[in-house]
């Protein structure tokens, strides 16, 4: 299956599970940051969002690892690698990061970041996308909170060519065991995390203390299991050593996870315990897009949106933030507060696609590669919009 398959060759699929993956996000952020409902109930009843959108960005760590393990060319360099990544990751970043930070001086209070506005040092190190390896939440959560993950993103890009070697060289014999074994670390780094920070203090807001919270969530190094994973997983498909699976039964453990939520320790709701069954389903989706059958992530508009879904991933709590503000943070029965979070909801993925393409695919096409310097079709990395050529990316 896939051992024939040429290099490069675009798996549209998981471009259309970023942008479900991404819309997961923003339906958990529209819910529990813009606070439309004054049903308090309503709350308490989606109390699984944030371990939904706790999934959604672990799955974002798997498909970037795969992603970029299954476009990767042996011809490539660290440069060229690093110079797509920072042409795709840091001109949406920048155009966000001054949008918020501009909301923030304009109105003077952060309407929905737990924290206190931003002082100089928290917005820089933001803009450089290393805050995520600070354990204070001002700093981690600071102007764009999302971009926490980016942050993570950009340590895993800093690594990939030193790690595809390895991953590449690595004996099929060995494949399954080394998968086996990054997944046990996968599962087990709560009960680290657990065994080396406190519990959250009495009548704490969270029931996790924010160390033990940034250890298993936010901290670089802990995530950077889950793109490892993604890695091995594009190598075993590339070697037909993935067993046939169909979706329904990784998707049908997923649910079970869901189901057990109440039973799990709050540690494991942050990512590990749906990290297993979406390492799962990405192969079996990624299969069919292999064997040539359809699927409806494949469809083009879904595709398309797919391709967006870094710029809305990025875009959508600085719009929800100021649509929180010039509301004055009011709340409206369940019908209204309904239809306004499906409007808000339409209106940053029509935003996002005006980001997209009016920034990202323009920066990716200028200034992506050397100028005047070819990029084999085999070799192009996801996320290059280089016309007339157009890659997947890994990103959100």
């Not at 409902?37 to 959108?53: H, I, K, L, P």
């Not at 657990?194 to 029931?207: C, F, K, L, Q």
Request: glycine residues 6%; hydrophobic residues 55%; proline residues 8%.
């Amino acid at each position: 299956m896939a051992g024939v398959l040429p290099r490069g060759d675009r798996l549209p699929s998981l471009t259309g599970l970023r942008f479900l993956l991404a819309g997961v996000v923003l339906a958990g952020h529209v819910l529990t940051l813009g606070r439309f409902f004054e049903d308090q109930g309503v709350y308490e009843a989606a109390d699984a969002s944030s371990m939904a959108s706790a999934a959604a960005v672990s799955s974002f760590f798997l498909l970037s690892g795969f992603v970029l393990a299954w476009n990767a060319s042996p011809a490539d360099t660290a440069v060229r690698f690093w110079r797509r990544r920072l042409v795709k990751i840091f001109p949406n970043h920048v155009v966000t990061w001054s949008l918020m930070l501009g909301l923030l001086m304009a109105t003077g209070t952060a309407a929905l970041l737990p924290v206190p506005d931003p002082g100089l040092g928290e917005a820089v190190r933001n803009l450089l996308l290393v805050h995520a390896w600070v354990p204070d939440m001002a700093d981690f959560s600071s102007v764009n909170p999302v971009t926490w993950s980016i942050s993570c993103e950009a340590f895993f890009y800093l690594l990939f060519p030193l790690l595809i070697r390895p991953v590449r060289a690595l004996p099929e014999r060995l494949l399954w065991p080394v998968i086996a074994l990054v997944a046990a670390l996968v599962v087990t780094m709560p009960l680290a995390a657990m065994a080396v920070t406190d519990e959250a203090a009495p009548g704490s807001w969270s029931p996790l203390s924010t160390e033990r919270w940034w250890l298993i969530y936010f901290f670089p190094p802990v995530r950077l299991l889950e793109f490892i994973l993604g890695l091995l997983l594009a190598r075993a498909v590339r070697l037909d050593r993935w067993p046939t699976l169909r979706p329904r039964w990784p998707l049908l453990a997923l649910a079970g996870v869901f189901a057990a939520r109440t039973e799990l320790p709050e540690e494991y709701l942050w990512g590990a315990a749906t990290c297993l069954p979406m390492a799962a389903l990405i192969p079996a989706i990624a299969a069919r897009d292999i064997e040539g059958r359809e699927s409806l992530l494949g469809r083009r508009g879904l595709v398309l949106l797919g391709e967006a879904s870094f710029a809305l991933y990025m875009v959508h709590f600085p719009l929800l933030y100021e649509i929180r503000v010039l509301l004055d943070r009011r709340t409206f029965d369940t019908v209204t507060a309904a239809l306004l979070s499906v409007a808000v909801s339409a209106f940053c993925v029509a935003v996002s696609l005006l980001l997209w393409r009016g920034v990202e695919v323009p920066m990716m096409r200028h200034f992506a590669r050397p100028r005047g310097r070819s990029v084999p079709t085999a070799g192009t990395a996801p996320g290059d919009q280089t016309a007339p050529l157009r890659q997947q990316d890994p990103a959100p």
